[in-house]
């Protein structure tokens, strides 16, 4: 017995526990639900969370770029205004049409309910097969456009319904509406029914009848599925069922559905499409009548597009909206007067090569110039008059092999910095075996001097032989293919095929670079090893300037060099010979770093040079690839005749100097620290941990040593000793590559 009621005791112990624990959970559910319901309460009764008024007056204001004028003074240099091309249209001025068909299609109880279908979201529920049909209202995809969020989580869809709501709550049909058909995605790179008209129609928006209003309605879900002009089946499909629907909707009559189901379409890719003359008559005249922005401008503008994309995820028309509509202020880096004068000189083809292909085709040019704090001072993209808004532009957008510029870059930098080699390091001037030949060959043509000269030599005559043995033997091939690519931020490498010695010892890089990256890259040169990203701006705001949209003024930089590196760098350039290019006293008075490029087929000449106020990279070349055959390099003269007029009156200067790197003499014959008996000797740079031992070779004990050593028998390799070594040492004054 006892037993029997221990045992009840122990059931009911276990009853009350699970009651309190149902009644503790149901409490709990009910503080939740209260509060999330509280807050949706709150968060729909609100503040307006999305502004369409504010929204539209964004879309169509004008953006500024502004530049600082001598008195660094921000002066408008270019109003970026799309008004021929306004997106935003007013409901009055879109076909009644339009609105029919949208809401028969895609939301049809939309002048009934508050923002958010439950009927449809209860048949999505009820029947998941036709989520497809989406569930969301106009208002729901309103919102969804305009912020952007195509995330598919139901956090985010339920965010989406409290904005609708609350959208609803402050704002008339009207305006939802106007909104939509504004902002909609309409295939062909189309925001907007009035841009998808002029596309697929080439009429106005208000123009538009019936059975042409159901054709774009139509293409919304799937823009492609959907195009009338690469799938009019499909869209014919779903007009019919669109008009059907608005006829069952009771927005249009029977006559009505009629006439549209019978009209014959004509898109603007139909043979019997006819444009309307007298538009495209004014459309010229606006285009005529507008201004040609500089190549700097047009700079600017493609780099915040980029720039919006990347930061705030928009696709490219929006990023493009954003700029022309968005009422931005923009605060280019440019510097007027250098961006003048560059212009002045590319303007007058007399600065270049007067040769030309057979067909007439002239070469083209293209030159970026920069300060050593990643600020883009100037940019030219053609040699010759600019003729149009966003026309080409070589300095960014043609991607050409750099030749030996990139020696610096793929090879000495990183020998240098490596440890791998010295200023004065002695290398063999001779090809080496490659594939079962040998390679490469220097400029004049031979397999190289089969001496050993230093790095100084080999950059002075831009050997191809020197930096092909020091990547294969001292610094490997994918130490200087990740230094061109982390450090100097070439941007198109190609991951396998660059990783080669043809690409990186003699720049045949697979894909090629522009001047734009080349100057990045040289910068580092004079600035003491930090790497800036180039920029056209330096900050972006909105149009009370009360917001920074983008900027670029925290770049401090990234040290990708040591300062030694880049100190004993700028120094060997400093060896390079530019005395074929012109007098140019105002410039020659200051230090100039260079270094010319040619490629292996003479297609491309390159300069990447710098003083101690500015670096610069000049390519030239046929658009279509053909021989240049030129005696003098060409861009060295652009870049004298440019650089010596912006150095006209600049201040004393010099490139700035780290205490990491030493000076010192060195021996020539032997490469190494110049010792009491060494009779030929020059003055080098050398990293503080990496000083090379002092010349024993030239005093007498040595040298006697050696010829005792090697014998009588040996006096040939004593005397070739002295041609291999002395002579090349001797001769470093003769001329460089041109
Ligand atoms: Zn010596």
Redesign the pocket.
């Known amino acids: 017995m006892s037993k029997k009621r221990k045992k009840k005791k122990g059931y009911s112990k276990i009853k009350v526990t699970i009651l309190g624990m149902f009644f503790a959970l149901i409490l709990s559910v009910c503080i939740i639900a209260g509060y999330v319901l509280y807050n949706v309460v709150t968060y729909v009764n609100g503040d307006l969370v999305v502004n369409l008024d504010e929204y539209k007056a964004n879309q169509n204001q004008t953006s500024f770029i502004y530049a600082k004028d001598s008195n660094g003074k921000n002066v408008e240099i270019a109003r970026l205004h799309g008004d021929e091309d306004r997106v935003w249209v007013d409901l009055k001025d879109i076909s009644p049409y339009m609105t029919k068909a949208f809401i028969a299609l895609e939301d049809r109880r939309f002048e009934e309910h508050n923002g958010v279908d439950w009927i449809r979201i209860g048949g999505v529920i009820v029947k998941p097969q036709n989520i497809g049909q989406g569930g969301s209202t106009i208002t729901q995809q309103l919102i969804k456009n305009i912020t952007n969020n195509k995330d598919v989580t139901i956090v985010r869809k339920f965010r989406e319904i409290l904005m609708a709501l609350n959208l609803e709550r402050h704002t008339d049909k009207d305006t939802i509406i106007e909104a939509y058909l504004n902002t909609l995605y309409l295939g062909n790179g189309c925001y907007g029914v009035k841009t998808a008209s002029e596309k697929y129609f080439g009429k106005d928006v208000s123009d538009l009848n019936c059975a042409e209003c159901a054709v774009i309605a139509s293409i919304t879900q799937f823009p492609t599925k959907y195009n009338p002009l690469l799938n009019p089946e499909n869209n014919k499909k779903r007009q019919l069922d669109c008009l059907k629907k608005m006829l069952d909707n009771g927005k249009i009559t029977k006559a009505e559905y009629d006439e549209a189901c019978n009209y014959h379409l004509i898109f603007t890719n139909s043979k019997d499409y006819v444009p309307d003359e007298s538009d495209e008559e004014v459309k010229k005249t606006i285009e005529e009548e507008t201004k040609i922005n500089s190549f700097y401008v047009d700079a600017v503008i493609n780099s915040v597009i980029e720039d919006l994309m990347d930061e705030y995820g928009y696709s490219k028309q929006q990023a493009t909206n954003k700029i022309y509509y968005g009422g931005l202020k923009i605060y280019a880096s440019v510097d007027l007067k250098i961006q003048e004068i560059l212009e002045d000189v590319y303007k007058n083809r007399t600065n270049f090569p007067s040769i030309k292909k057979d067909d007439g085709t002239k070469p083209q040019s293209s030159m970026t110039i920069m300060d050593y704090k990643g600020n883009v001072v100037a940019i030219v993209g053609k040699a010759g008059a600019k003729k149009q808004n966003r026309e080409l532009n070589r300095a960014t957008s043609s991607w050409r092999q750099p030749g030996s510029t990139i020696k610096p870059i793929a090879t000495y930098a990183p020998g240098i910095e490596l440890n791998k080699i010295t200023f004065s390091s002695k290398v063999k001037d001779y090809a080496i075996w490659v594939n079962g030949k040998l390679w490469p060959h220097n400029v004049d043509k031979s397999l190289g001097s089969n001496s050993n000269v230093t790095v100084q030599y080999a950059i002075q005559q831009s050997l191809n032989t020197v930096p092909t043995r020091l990547i294969k033997e001292e610094i490997g091939i994918d130490n200087s293919f990740e230094f061109l690519r982390d450090k100097f931020h070439l941007s198109r490498l190609d991951e396998v095929a660059d990783r080669d010695l043809s690409p990186l010892a003699t720049g045949a890089l697979t894909n090629g670079t522009n001047t734009l990256e080349m100057a990045a890259a040289y910068a580092t040169f004079g600035n003491g090893g930090k790497y800036y990203k180039p920029h056209f701006y330096s900050k972006v705001t909105n149009a009370q300037g009360t917001e920074t949209v983008l900027t670029n003024e925290n770049d401090k930089g990234e040290q990708v060099i040591s300062s030694a590196t880049s100190d004993i760098i700028c120094e060997l350039l400093q060896t390079v010979k530019t005395s074929y290019y012109g007098d140019a006293p105002n410039v020659r008075k200051f230090q100039i770093m260079a270094k010319t490029g040619t490629t292996s087929s003479d297609c491309d000449r390159w300069f990447c040079a710098g003083t101690p106020y500015y670096v610069a990279s000049v390519w030239l070349g046929y658009d279509i690839k053909e021989p240049l055959n030129q005696e003098v390099n060409p861009c060295g003269k652009i870049f004298f005749t440019v650089f010596d007029r912006i150095h006209k009156g600049l201040k004393e200067k010099e490139f700035p100097k780290s205490d990491k790197a030493v000076e010192k003499r060195y ?1 020539t ?2 490469g ?1 620290i ?2 009491s ?3 030929s000797t020059a003055t080098g740079w050398y990293k503080e941990d990496n000083i090379p031992e002092v ?1 024993t ?2 005093s007498s004990g040595s040298r006697s040593e050696k010829t005792t050593k090697s014998g009588n028998g040996d006096v040939n390799s004593a005397i070739n000793e002295v041609i291999n070594n002395v002579i090349p040492a001797l001769t470093t004054q003769s001329s460089g590559e041109r």
Do not use: I, N
Request: proline share 0%; aromatic share 16%.
């Open positions: 021996c014959v032997s190494k110049a010792g008996g060494c009779y010349c070779w030239c």
